[in-house]
């Protein structure tokens, strides 16, 4: 710990706080379950979809299962993700959109592999315990047969090369089977327009919080620059920055973070990784 503090004023930190308080603070804890590593112990059986709370909930076990072949299922064929608003994570896309083939590609890449990037070799995805569905907000749509649910997530995703960590809130856009565009890979399977089955129709990055994840990736970059890495459980004191656009603390200020060796992003962020 002593060696990185040695070597840290070489770096060049922009660490911000608002109003001389510590703006983050990031552990390996979440609020929402404790850590089970999905692949042991008895086995977990997939929800039915037969609500638009099921789905989202089928969304997730499909993260935490790396399933990929009950992912293709759960989509309609009009399919969008949307980025958060001033995630640079989503300039790739601002021309064509994350539609259902897309998201799919960037799943099989996550899950399986096949991409640029290795595979995950554990995903952890916590959801709130009580979902709410509610008549989809968006316009022209009918609230009988669209829903929209609004969740935090807290992801975590761990690959031979990189540990990405996501926290905040997505918003799911469901629709009802009746009124579903289906894909005609499912229809050749037997889906068809069933009441009692809904489907993701868009769901919504939410998570782009600004300025925690920012902090942290200035923080690891100013360190790689440095010849050094992030020692987990090590405390850095830095010297932060007076200019900028976030409002400073007062000029020599100085404040401690503990940073763990693991990258805060966006959901976003992680599509971008394995697309």
């Not at 979440?30 to 039915?48: H, L, M």
Request: proline share 9%.
């Amino acid at each position: 710990m002593n060696r990185c503090r040695r070597h840290l004023p070489n770096a060049t930190l922009l660490l911000l706080t608002l109003s001389g308080a510590l703006l983050f603070s990031l552990g390996c804890t979440t609020p929402f379950s404790p850590r089970i590593a999905p692949r042991f112990g008895i086995p977990e059986p997939p929800p039915v979809p037969n609500q638009p709370e099921e789905v989202v909930r089928l969304f997730a076990w499909c993260w935490n299962h790396r399933a990929y072949a009950e992912y293709t299922e759960i989509f309609t064929d009009d399919f969008r993700f949307q980025f958060a608003q001033g995630d640079s994570a989503g300039n790739p896309f601002r021309d064509q959109p994350v539609d259902r083939e897309e998201e799919l590609q960037i799943a099989q890449h996550l899950f399986v592999g096949g991409g640029t990037e290795p595979p995950a070799n554990r995903i952890v995805l916590t959801i709130d315990p009580t979902l709410h569905a509610l008549p989809d907000s968006r316009n022209g749509k009918d609230g009988t047969y669209h829903k929209e649910i609004f969740t935090n997530i807290d992801l975590d995703v761990t690959t031979d090369t990189q540990n990405l960590r996501v926290q905040g809130p997505a918003r799911f856009f469901a629709v009802r089977g009746d009124s579903a565009l289906i894909p005609q890979e499912l229809k050749d399977k037997g889906f068809g327009p069933d009441a009692n089955r809904w489907y993701i129709e868009q769901y919504n990055d939410e998570t782009f919080v600004g300025m925690p994840s920012t902090i942290a990736r200035r923080v690891q970059g100013a360190l790689r620059q440095a010849g050094l890495s992030l020692v987990p459980g090590a405390t850095y004191r830095v010297t932060e920055s007076t200019s900028g656009t976030i409002p400073p603390r007062a000029p020599g200020a100085q404040a401690t973070y503990d940073l763990p060796d693991q990258q805060i992003v966006t959901l976003g962020y992680v599509h971008e990784s394995f697309r």
